[in-house]
């Protein structure tokens, strides 16, 4: 960066390299403070309350009841770009899903602005919905609003970090959703805004304690780790050779086993007519 800078400053001078720091130094500003700090294997407040699209007032408990596991975000709806980014890229990896909100999981999304009302909850519902276009599955995706004393412990009990900046009348954040168990536990953070069918899939298998997904899934589970440098699961070479050898066993036995079964009888006939020639 300093070799960058370097090289600006001796081709277009101070007067135009001073506003190019000046809004990177903002920028940074912005950035302090907000991260995410995994909080893997603790629980969310489940007593916490917030309203529903409908302007309900549910506690967490009434929708991590120990049915299905559960994809967690923070998002507002008046975010510029990253909430609308993340949430489309969400939708899309959830289409290729054969596992379907309300049935095999359930999505929660709560507002970080706690100024945000109901009716922009309802809004941005029906957007998102929409997009995802399985019918009968508006039932497993909640928007929730709710006060700042509410909003604010849901997000430390993740780690989710975030500030409001006045200046833009913005909240700075990441992009980051949390796959959570049936019951509450934080089980898988997933990053960016894009989000593979693979990884969400075999996510919520993790995820469901054993009640989503095939013995299929279950195997390629065991198959695969998850790598938090890429955000996906890898295939585990050890395992695969495990795999390997176990089923290259069972095939020899299948196949040595029934043959030695027959040959004995011929043996054990060879053998007696020996003893009688003798």
Known sequence: MKNVIAIILVFFGWPVVAPVMAQLNESVAELDGVGVEEKLGDKVP?????????????????????????????????????????????VNGMRDLKLTTGKDFDVVSVSVDPLETVQQARQIKTRYVRQYGRPGSAGGWKFLTGSEASIKALAESVGFQYRYVPERKEYAHAAVVMVCTPSGTISRYLYGVNYPPQTLRLSLVEASEGKVGTTLDRVLLFCFHYDSATGRYTLVARRLLKIAAAITLFAISVGVIPAWWRRRPVQSRQSSERVRIS
Do not use: H, M, V
């Open 46 to 90: 489940l007593d916490l309350k917030f309203q529903d699209s409908d302007g309900k007032e549910i506690s967490l408990g009434s929708i991590f009841k120990g049915e299905r596991p559960i994809i967690l975000s923070l998002n507002y709806a008046e975010c510029p770009l990253l909430c609308q980014l993340q949430l489309t890229g969400l």
